[in-house]
């Protein structure tokens, strides 16, 4: 991995003595008010959850309700204002970002919740509504930039969760750098976490203390058009330490046909107070693709390795750059080993722009002690299905339709049914 990292680093160098940029984005800055944007984005989730061996609920208001028990059903929508200003002119440019994120409850009946859409009472009655504000500060150099505050962030090794109606949002420093041609380097020191459901700002781990400190490092770097690679380390304070590498590789085969390749690979060990348990695991997948018109067709195969399995969670519910992280399962417990085939079409090659379908069966097996009766080692397998349309002009382009459908069954745990109607609405006002 050391090797990995310094090798992107040095080509990466190599290549910028003859592929410095002309000009700078801070040298090109019109101004904060002249560059600034503001954008609107609605989204309306209907989460239907069935489970198929009588799981109860989660929550308290939902004990006398026998006859409901294992089946909950939520509706609500989520409105995102996020404001992006431009930079001040000169060689240090200045400028700020801004959030708003509310939620509505539109249904989930009585007793019915408990899908992490909304948050609950004392009484564990799921919340009318909720609001989140915040912002950030950002400085620019040439094309460096630091951001401080509040933000959503996707990295590998942390990544803010957006699977419901809101988003997660971590509070830290960001410095982002795009100084060299095909390399952008990343680093950052973050100190608080919010849930999807939450409105404090350090409320990801409701069953323990939460995130003190996570510090990351990564880069992210093109060797040529089709051959792209990523090293991104992290440290998560009396958690666990993650390192994490990507391959991907993509050729165009000519005759509407292309050929993909995906690797991605972690190695997590626990750190200092152990709050998120004992920790030994590496994890790697691969997903080799082969298009062809609006087809496309995905196998892949991932393997867990060591004592325990992949942890991620007080780093971001979206910390798993996985290929078999799917509707519900991620295929990271410990030993498992899990096969997918997937197939994917665009229906714009048969003259219908902006409808696609997508479904992936997954399977596994060898997963070590998850078995609560001892008999033999666990196995799970998930069939996902999923039509999506975005209308593609008018008042209403980018509005977009989506139905997901999962069937998750398991010799342990619970199996389910997962329904998700999804309406998604992007405005941009400025």
């Given at each position: 991995?050391q090797?990995?990292?310094?090798?992107?680093?040095?080509?990466?160098?190599?290549?910028?003595?003859?592929?410095?940029?002309?000009?700078?984005?801070?040298?090109?800055?019109?101004?904060?008010?002249?560059?600034?944007?503001?954008?609107?984005?609605?989204?309306?989730?209907?989460?239907?959850?069935?489970?198929?061996?009588?799981?109860?609920?989660v929550?308290?208001?939902?004990?006398?309700?026998d006859?409901?028990?294992?089946?909950?059903e939520?509706?609500?929508?989520?409105?995102?204002?996020?404001?992006?200003?431009?930079?001040?002119?000169g060689?240090?440019?200045?400028?700020?970002?801004?959030?708003?994120?509310?939620?509505?409850?539109?249904?989930?009946?009585d007793?019915?919740?408990g899908?992490?859409?909304?948050?609950?009472?004392?009484a564990?009655?799921?919340?009318?509504?909720?609001?989140?504000?915040?912002?950030a500060?950002?400085?620019?150099?040439?094309?460096?930039?630091?951001?401080?505050?509040?933000?959503?962030?996707?990295?590998?090794?942390?990544?803010t969760?957006?699977?419901?109606?809101?988003?997660?949002?971590?509070?830290?420093?960001?410095?982002?750098?795009?100084?060299?041609?095909?390399?952008t380097?990343?680093?950052?020191?973050?100190?608080?976490?919010?849930?999807?459901?939450?409105?404090?700002?350090?409320?990801i781990?409701?069953?323990?203390?939460g995130?003190?400190?996570?510090?990351?490092?990564?880069?992210?770097?093109?060797f040529?058009?089709?051959?792209?690679?990523?090293?991104?380390?992290?440290?998560?304070?009396?958690?666990?330490?993650?390192?994490?590498?990507?391959?991907?590789?993509?050729?165009?085969?000519?005759?509407?046909?292309?050929?993909?390749?995906?690797?991605?690979?972690?190695?997590?060990?626990?750190?200092?107070?152990?709050?998120?348990?004992?920790?030994?695991?590496?994890?790697?997948?691969?997903?080799?693709?082969?298009?062809?018109?609006?087809?496309?067709?995905?196998?892949a195969?991932?393997?867990?390795?060591?004592?325990?399995?992949?942890?991620?969670?007080?780093?971001?519910?979206?910390?798993?750059?996985?290929?078999?992280?799917?509707?519900?399962g991620?295929?990271?417990?410990?030993?498992?080993?899990?096969?997918?085939?997937?197939?994917d079409?665009?229906?714009?090659?048969?003259?219908?722009?902006?409808?696609?379908?997508?479904?992936?069966?997954?399977t596994?097996?060898d997963?070590?002690?998850?078995?609560?009766?001892?008999?033999?080692?666990?196995?799970?397998?998930?069939l996902?299905?999923?039509?999506?349309?975005?209308?593609?002009?008018?008042?209403?382009k980018?509005?977009?339709?989506?139905?997901?459908?999962?069937?998750?069954?398991?010799?342990?745990?619970?199996?389910?049914?997962?329904?998700?109607?999804?309406?998604e609405?992007?405005?941009?006002?400025?």
């Open positions: 991995m090797v990995m990292k310094w090798s992107v680093i040095a080509l990466a160098v190599a290549a910028g003595t003859t592929q410095m940029a002309v000009a700078s984005s801070q040298s090109e800055s019109k101004g904060i008010v002249e560059d600034s944007s503001f954008n609107i984005f609605n989204r309306a989730l209907y989460m239907n959850r069935d489970f198929k061996h009588g799981a109860s609920h929550t308290t208001a939902n004990e006398a309700k006859e409901r028990k294992g089946y909950r939520d509706f609500g929508l989520g409105i995102r204002l996020l404001f992006e200003s431009g930079f001040t002119q060689t240090v440019g200045v400028g700020f970002d801004a959030h708003s994120l509310s939620s509505i409850k539109l249904d989930t009946g007793g019915r919740q899908n992490g859409l909304f948050a609950e009472n004392g564990g009655e799921a919340e009318d509504t909720q609001s989140e504000v915040g912002g500060i950002k400085f620019r150099v040439s094309d460096t930039v630091l951001k401080y505050g509040n933000m959503m962030i996707d990295t590998p090794v942390f990544s969760d957006d699977s419901r109606i809101l988003p997660e949002v971590a509070t830290g420093t960001l410095l982002t750098s795009d100084e060299i041609s095909g390399l380097l990343t680093a950052g020191r973050f100190t608080a976490l919010s849930s999807q459901t939450g409105s404090s700002r350090d409320d781990n409701g069953k323990g203390p995130l003190t400190s996570a510090n990351i490092v990564g880069a992210n770097y093109s040529t058009d089709n051959f792209s690679g990523a090293v991104f380390f992290s440290d998560v304070e009396d958690h666990f330490k993650k390192r994490y590498l990507n391959l991907n590789y993509g050729q165009d085969l000519g005759n509407e046909q292309s050929f993909g390749l995906d690797f991605n690979y972690y190695r997590t060990t626990d750190d200092g107070q152990k709050r998120s348990g004992d920790i030994d695991n590496s994890i790697w997948s691969i997903a080799p693709s082969y298009a062809i018109g609006g087809h496309k067709f995905t196998v195969y991932q393997k867990s390795n060591g004592d325990t399995g992949y942890v991620y969670g007080i780093d971001g519910g979206g910390a798993v750059y996985l290929n078999n992280s799917v509707q519900i991620d295929y990271e417990l410990k030993d498992e080993q899990s096969w997918q085939a997937r197939y079409l665009n229906m714009a090659t048969f003259g219908v722009p902006g409808l696609s379908f997508m479904t992936r069966y997954i596994s097996t997963i070590d002690g998850v078995r609560a009766d001892g008999a033999g080692d666990g196995k799970r397998h998930e996902n299905l999923e039509s999506k349309y975005v209308i593609q002009e008018g008042a209403a980018d509005l977009s339709f989506r139905v997901r459908h999962a069937a998750y069954r398991a010799n342990f745990g619970r199996d389910l049914n997962d329904t998700r109607l999804i309406i609405y992007p405005l941009d006002v400025l």
